[in-house]
């Protein structure tokens, strides 16, 4: 792959600067472009597939701006996401990093095996990993390492 492009779908800005900085400092010849939502992830992916969609889990409807509050939070925006690019047809590499360790639904709690199960059995085109984040430790830096390496991506000594 001589050039890698990006869509990192991720709402809050700490997690989301910390996983580009990881990622410029791992992969050489990037190109990262950003949403915030589930709407400016979907207009992004009909824009322009990326080679790999990092999708955070838990997003907005809209974007945030200065006079709007985002719309109604959905625990599985990232969800959305996935079921339209299903719908759509719009397959690329996604692997989902979220900081929660467990969902809430209507049926009860969710935890990150399960929901990598349910995710890889209905995406099963796309769906190349869940990742727990937290800034505090190194093991999703671990866990994104293999997963881009297994996609055929050259990693930087990091």
């Known amino acids: 792959m001589n050039s890698l492009s990006i869509l990192l779908v991720e709402d809050e800005g700490p997690k989301r600067a910390h996983i580009e900085g990881f990622l410029k400092g791992s992969v050489s010849n990037l190109h990262i472009k950003n949403a915030t939502s589930v709407n400016s992830a979907l207009r992004a992916l009909e824009e322009k597939l990326p080679d790999l969609l990092?999708?955070?889990?838990?997003l907005p409807t809209f974007d945030i701006g200065v006079r709007e509050g985002g719309g109604r939070p959905q625990g599985f925006g990232g969800i959305e996401v996935m079921r339209h690019?299903?719908?759509?047809s719009l397959t690329c590499p996604t692997v989902v990093i979220t900081g929660y360790e467990a969902f809430v639904r209507?049926?009860?709690?969710?935890?990150?095996?399960?929901?990598t199960l349910?995710?890889?059995?209905?995406f099963p085109d796309f769906m190349r990993g869940v990742l727990h984040f937290n800034s505090t430790y190194d093991e999703w830096k671990k866990s994104l390492t293999e997963t881009l390496s297994n996609l055929g991506v050259n990693m930087e000594a990091t």
Not at 54 to 58: F, I, T, W
Not at 85 to 88: G, T, V, W
Request: proline share 4%.
């Open 54 to 58: 990092l999708l955070d889990m838990s």
């Open 85 to 88: 690019m299903q719908m759509a």
């Open 106 to 115: 209507d049926d009860g709690p969710v935890d990150l095996s399960k929901l």
């Open 118 to 122: 349910e995710l890889n059995e209905e």
